[in-house]
């Protein structure tokens, strides 16, 4: 493992390449077995940035890359950015959705497979975006790809990024219209990847699974956590629920990250792979992007015999906290990662413990501001304090607990709900498989409080039943009027829930 210093690496290529790495190490694997060594890929990014520099691009122009989830977006990712500013996009979004967006962020580029007709394509094309297709190298190298049209391009020194510079141009995944644009640094990105190390040590011998997608947050910090470690990237195409077991036998993993709703899945299928969980090499599960039911988080440890880890952050705060290792783990308790941490009132008023309030962050590892949205700006930022949005109260040991979205608050007749608090509780109960609180109009309440459930399969249980098991562990404000009973629950790519419009898409407004 790289030795620990005060500071860490500040571009992601010194991350990557120059952290006392093995060159002949692995760096990156994909599902038929072939490898890449730390040595190839950074040759590969060398040749990638040295023939863009010579096409005329320079540090800082904007490439988006549209490409599934695979060795080859981690490759290109990684590759970008060691030189460029990249601009990761779900590569299964309608094209009314794209026309927008590469407007605002002002790519000059985009990144696709030759060949494919992604919706993204047409939309760069009449933007007057230039094309840039990846063709996938056919040798034994994972990721390795070359670059239609550059080979006339001769040998050229490339162009590294500084650590101030842009690498990435994310969106938030709120909810509203057009999302904020959120710009991470290279310093920005390797601090928070420093800090996740010093609270949760990644070693070279580790083989991370990833399964998240790659052009969400939660995705890129997949990637390079382990890299900085030295470790191996094993990189899919997203999770697959007819294939994971056989990945986690065939690929031998020591960790891999999923989202809420995938772990329930893989929790569904253990039993019947409970011989494939028992020569597994795992060591450490890890959860991310909303919180995982408590449920689930005892079944995963129960089951795989290691201990689970959620990992909590935002776009524009990358590392916040995590929770701790089993031994002492106290469910629901975060470790803070970030340097800075403090519980606000609505008016920037630091709060005492055990005091509920806006969790705020400070520090190298958060962002300086959405890009051309001084109003969100102005609202997001207290006296150089980020304000997350989220919930949370200090413990009496330090610990973080984090209640919710403030946005999310349901005021029912002046009661404040935390409708985090309903899902989790809920979900304690056997029959229930998954749980979204959410606010109704009320006449006279102004707001009143609905739950949609989905039950496990085989699982039988009434309205009636499920109040009583609330009453019995809720303040009575806090139980739902109604508890309605649904197939699934509709979530996007994080795995997170729209309450503000669930009312609307169960019929209720």
């Known amino acids: 493992m790289p030795e620990k210093s005060s500071r860490p690496p500040l571009t992601i290529r010194d991350m990557v390449f120059f952290n006392g790495q093995d060159q002949n190490a692995i760096a990156v694997e994909d599902l038929d077995g072939r490898k890449t060594t730390y040595g190839q890929l950074h040759d590969h990014v060398r040749n990638v940035v040295g023939m863009l520099n010579g096409a005329g691009f320079r540090r800082n122009d904007r490439i988006a890359i549209a490409l599934p989830s695979g060795p080859e977006m981690a490759v290109a990712v990684v590759a970008l950015t060691c030189g460029f500013t990249t601009i990761p996009l779900n590569p299964n979004q309608m094209a009314l959705e794209y026309d927008r967006y590469l407007q605002d962020v002002h790519a000059r580029a985009l990144l ?45 020194d490339p162009e590294f990024a500084k650590p101030e510079d842009i690498a990435y141009i994310l969106s938030t995944s709120g909810t509203t219209f057009k999302p904020k644009i959120v710009l991470w640094t290279h310093s920005m990105i390797c601090w928070a990847i420093y800090y996740h190390q010093l609270s ?24 390079y956590r382990p890299l900085y470690a030295g470790g191996t990237i094993i990189c899919s195409p997203g999770f697959q ?12 993993p020591t960790i891999y990250s999923a989202v809420p709703a995938v772990q329930q899945s893989i929790i569904e299928m253990a039993k019947e792979n409970m ?38 952050g935002s776009t524009e705060a990358i590392a916040i906290g995590r929770s701790l290792p089993s031994m002492g783990h106290r469910l629901g308790a975060l470790k803070p990662v970030a340097p800075e941490i403090e519980i606000m009132d609505e008016n920037g008023n630091e709060l005492r413990q055990g005091e509920l309030g806006e969790i705020a962050v400070r520090g190298p590892t958060v962002f300086k501001g959405y890009e051309d949205d001084a109003e969100a700006n102005k609202a997001a930022f207290v006296d150089g304090w980020f304000r997350t949005g989220d919930l949370g109260y200090f413990d009496g040991e330090g610990y973080l607990h984090v209640a919710g ?68 562990r809720l303040t009575y404000f806090k139980v739902p009027t109604r508890i309605i009973f649904v197939k699934a629950i509709p979530k996007g790519v994080t795995g997170k829930a729209n309450r503000s419009d669930m009312a609307r898409m169960l019929g209720f407004l």
């Open 112 to 156: 696709v497979e030759k060949g494919s007709e992604l919706a993204v394509r047409k939309v760069a094309k009449d933007l007057g975006v230039e094309i840039i297709e990846l063709i996938k190298s056919e040798d034994s190298r994972a990721g390795i790809f070359s670059l239609a049209g550059f080979d006339s391009i001769g040998e050229h």
């Open 200 to 223: 949760l040590p990644f070693t070279p011998s580790d083989r991370a699974l990833i399964l998240n997608p790659l052009f969400h947050a939660a995705g890129l910090n997949n990637i």
């Open 241 to 252: 629920r007819s294939e994971f077991f056989r990945w986690i036998d065939q690929t031998r």
């Open 275 to 312: 011989d494939v969980i028992s020569r597994s090499r795992l060591r450490l599960i890890l959860a991310g992007t909303t919180s995982l039911p408590s449920k689930t988080f005892k079944e995963l440890e129960e089951v795989f015999g290691v201990p689970v880890v959620e990992s909590y």
């Open 405 to 472: 979205r403030v946005k999310e608050m349901i005021n029912k007749g002046g009661e404040k709900v935390a409708p985090q608090e309903i899902d989790n509780t809920l979900m304690e109960h056997p029959a229930v498989a998954d749980a979204v609180t959410f606010p109704v109009p009320h006449q006279t309440l102004g707001e009143d409080v609905n739950t949609a459930i989905v039950l496990r399969g085989g699982e039988q249980v009434t309205e009636g039943e499920l109040r009583s098991f609330l009453f019995d």
